[in-house]
């Protein structure tokens, strides 16, 4: 069982910046493949950005990739959504989500675990 908690976001002008952390439960942090997925109003929750288990291999969505950047701590149990270079279309609750699997893939169904989200919204 893994309890994830999201934190870092808030509201923020176009061309800013914010950094979304994850901090999850559990001494087997490090055997989760993580993602960050994104839900604006009337939308379907859509992928955002995914890391292995060992940080090494990432993958973003065409949408974010070259403005959002993944990592994790596996020493502190948190992965962080940097994210810069921020639109009015990035406005979302994002959640991050754990996939008991060493790197989850780009699918909804795919993760097991999932935050409660922190609202994101950028202003024009």
């Known amino acids: 069982q893994v309890q994830l908690a999201e934190s870092g976001g808030g509201l923020v002008q176009a061309g800013g910046s914010l950094r979304l952390s994850c901090a999850a439960s559990g001494r087997t942090f490090g055997r989760y493949g993580m993602g960050w997925f994104r839900q604006a109003p009337g939308k379907e929750r859509e992928f955002v950005a995914v890391?292995?288990?060992?940080?090494?291999?990432?993958s973003y969505a065409d949408s974010v990739k070259g403005r959002f950047t993944i990592s994790r701590d596996n020493a502190k149990n948190t992965v962080y959504l940097q994210m810069n270079s921020l639109k009015p279309e990035d406005t979302a609750v994002y959640y991050c989500?754990?996939?008991?699997?060493?790197?989850?893939?780009?699918?909804?169904?795919?993760?097991?675990?999932w935050g409660q989200g922190t609202q994101v919204t950028v202003s024009s």
């Open positions: 890391i292995s288990w060992s940080g090494t291999t990432t």
């Open positions: 989500a754990a996939a008991s699997s060493f790197y989850g893939g780009v699918k909804v169904p795919n993760y097991d675990y």
